[in-house]
């Protein structure tokens, strides 16, 4: 007897669980299924645990540092297995929560491989997913309406496959039971120079090679130069505008060597490993797509702004369907499916609303246009710049470097974007994106009382800045 609800995800990742709650919330029957654990990626093989080894890193990076901050110490060790240990009980204490968070919510979860299989005597359309339980056993579940939260694996390059060995993808790389000595990351953006960061702080000796001319190809130029800066001061070795040419890949000796090109330079990189990160694509083999109409493009599915895919009783939303590739965006994406299919309001899906957010050490994040962008959508714009070095509390805490930019419309004066580069800019950015969502101005933002001393204060700065009327430059 087949399953019935009204709605079902197949993939219990951060989009899929949280599509599922706020269905829950609306009196929905609700039916999650999950090939692995709930929580995916982000909890298990992604955002939790590399925010964990990366907090790691930067204390022991600022303890290695204490006596520029008076304090003198009789030594500084570190115990990398406490740290997988420490990573560990945070992913196993969160993963506990997801599990009462269905249990609360009256939420099922199937544990098994799903398909999508096409109209059959179950269901007059497609849509309905056969379900093989971990057990070996088969169920089939027939919702009103499906979202598909499949979300995405690392990407690979041709010679390069991870061999959990000598090349690593970030999978492997979380999992290490013991640091190398040194390590060659290929791919400068957001999971590339993130690892470049903590690795260095633990001690490893680091080169990223990436193939675009600037680390975070997708960023404000002036955070990618401040960047780059701030990780070769640090002793990190950075290759822009290189290509690793991967026929000339080998391990001798128990050390890989590759060779990089830029132009006419060729460079011999040599390591104890390889991490390759690429980027990720999207989970869509092997979910029965085929007995659909469901559209894709460039291996991602085709959605509306509403998060439809092209047969509107099926959704996708995550990484599968590619665009920001964030665990927010896709709880984000989730509530904007479940509120469509519910009938509830919606205002569609805006990735300019949707924070960026990079965790190496300055931390970079961004929301809304760069200026570049901004130009390329015909704005006329004004921008300005505040250093981190014209706040109290950025001295006071040891962490000047970096800055806030805030682009604007010249005519308008509406908000197009903030970038941040510089410590907790993963926290500073909630200030901005919040602006975005009401859409401010920057004089709006300008007008608001940041306490003193605070980090906080930049934000109003730069805003002032934009508008000519700087307090602190």
Request: glycine letters at 10%; charged letters at 20%; one cysteine or more.
């Given at each position: 007897?087949?399953?019935?609800?009204?709605?079902?995800?197949l993939g219990g990742g951060t989009g899929g669980?949280?599509?599922?709650?706020?269905?829950?919330?609306?009196?929905?029957?609700?039916?999650?299924?999950?090939?692995?654990?709930?929580?995916?990626?982000?909890?298990?093989?992604?955002?939790?645990?590399?925010?964990?080894?990366?907090?790691?890193?930067e204390l022991y990076a600022q303890m290695k540092n204490?006596?520029?901050?008076?304090?003198?110490?009789?030594?500084?060790?570190?115990?990398?297995?406490?740290?997988q240990e420490r990573k560990q009980g945070i992913v196993d204490q969160l993963y506990k929560g997801v599990q009462y968070l269905m249990r609360k919510n009256k939420i099922k979860v199937l544990?098994?491989?799903?398909?999508?299989?096409?109209?059959?005597?179950?269901?007059?359309?497609?849509?309905?997913?056969?379900v093989e339980l971990s057990d070996g056993e088969m169920e089939?579940?027939?919702?009103?309406?499906?979202?598909?939260?499949?979300?995405s694996r690392p990407r690979t390059l041709p010679g390069l496959t991870p061999d959990g060995v000598h090349i690593l993808s970030s999978d492997e790389a979380l999992a290490l039971e013991k640091l190398p000595e040194s390590m060659i990351i290929v791919g400068g953006g957001v999971i590339g120079v993130e690892w470049a960061s903590l690795l260095h702080d633990f001690g490893v000796k680091v080169t990223v090679v990436e193939a675009a001319e600037q680390l975070l190809p997708t960023e404000d130029e002036e955070v990618a130069r401040e960047l780059l800066k701030q990780l070769q001061r640090r002793g990190i070795e950075v290759l822009t505008g290189a290509k690793?040419?991967?026929?000339?890949?080998?391990?001798?000796?128990?050390?890989?060597?590759?060779?990089?090109?830029?132009?006419?330079?060729?460079?011999?990189?040599?390591?104890?490993?390889?991490?390759?990160?690429?980027?990720?694509?999207a989970n869509v083999e092997n979910i029965g797509l085929e007995n659909t109409d469901i559209g894709l493009h460039q291996g991602f599915i085709r959605v509306n702004?509403?998060?439809?895919?092209?047969e509107p009783h099926i959704y996708a939303i995550g990484d599968c369907i590619g665009g920001l590739q964030l665990a927010h965006a896709a709880s984000h994406e989730g509530i904007v499916a479940v509120n469509h299919l519910a009938g509830e309001p919606s205002h569609g899906y805006r990735t300019e609303q949707v924070p960026r957010c990079v965790y190496t050490r300055p931390e970079v994040a961004s929301v809304g246009w760069t200026e570049a962008e901004a130009k390329r959508q015909g704005r006329n714009v004004k921008t300005a710049k505040v250093p981190f070095t014209a706040i109290g509390k950025a001295l006071v805490q040891g962490e000047p470097e970096g800055f806030v930019k805030m682009v604007a419309d010249a005519e308008t004066e509406d908000l197009l974007g903030v970038q941040i580069i510089g410590a907790h800019a993963t926290e500073l950015i909630a200030q901005a994106a919040l602006a975005q969502l009401l859409d401010a101005t920057p004089w709006e933002i300008g007008q608001a009382v940041y306490a003193h001393p605070s980090l906080s204060e930049i934000i109003g700065e730069a805003a002032l800045a934009v508008e000519g009327r700087s307090l602190s430059l």
């Open positions: 007897m087949a399953i019935t609800c009204d709605v079902a995800v669980y949280i599509a599922a709650i706020r269905a829950a919330q609306l009196g929905k029957e609700v039916v999650i299924i999950e090939k692995d654990k709930l929580g995916g990626t982000c909890l298990h093989r992604g955002c939790i645990p590399s925010k964990a080894l990366l907090r790691s890193a204490s006596e520029s901050y008076g304090i003198e110490t009789a030594g500084v060790s570190l115990v990398f297995p406490k740290v544990e098994g491989t799903g398909r999508i299989i096409g109209p059959s005597i179950f269901s007059p359309k497609s849509g309905a997913v056969a089939t579940v027939v919702p009103t309406n499906l979202i598909i939260a499949t979300g690793v040419l991967t026929d000339t890949y080998r391990v001798e000796e128990n050390r890989v060597h590759i060779t990089a090109q830029s132009g006419e330079t060729v460079v011999e990189l040599t390591g104890n490993q390889l991490l390759v990160s690429v980027g990720r694509q702004e509403h998060m439809q895919t092209t």
